[in-house]
């Protein structure tokens, strides 16, 4: 069997297609692990009351044939911002490439703030209203 009979029984198979919100959760739980990140911030009040507010910070989208990943974030006073973004970015398209098969072409980070080091980090689950970090 040749490399090209491999690729037409795939393709005989079907189409994947992986919605926005899968990939914005991708992201979202990558960029809450890193070190340094506070938190995400929805970027506008309609994103805070309506459906959309699930990606809670993480948006989305195609410009041309490009996937673009528009992050908000609060730092932790002290970290290094640039070191912060970059792991952010670099993080964010391994994961999203590696669980999805998704190429990321761009991931622009927005930091909306520097959170003082006293003020408690939010709990993991409170991130996501959905209970996919339930394992059971």
């Known amino acids: ?3 090209t009979n491999k690729i037409t029984n795939a393709e005989a198979l ?3 297609v992986i919605a926005p919100q899968v990939v914005e ?3 979202a739980v990558a960029v809450a692990k890193i070190e340094g990140v506070y938190g ?3 970027k506008s009040f309609a994103d805070r009351i309506g459906k959309k507010a699930d990606g809670r910070g993480v948006y989305v989208h195609q410009e041309d044939d490009k996937v ?3 992050i908000y974030v609060y730092l932790t006073y002290g970290v290094s911002v ?3 973004a970059m792991e952010m970015q670099r993080v964010v398209k391994d994961n999203v490439l590696d669980m999805s098969d998704i190429v990321i072409d761009e991931v622009n980070i927005h930091v909306a703030g520097v959170v003082p080091e006293k003020t408690p980090k939010p709990d993991f689950k409170e991130l996501f209203d959905e209970d996919f970090l339930d394992v059971d």
């Open 82 to 84: 640039p070191n912060v």
């Open 40 to 42: 995400l911030r929805n």
């Open 14 to 16: 079907g189409e994947i």
């Open 68 to 70: 673009v990943v528009d």
């Open 25 to 27: 959760t991708i992201v």
């Open 1 to 3: 069997m040749t490399d």
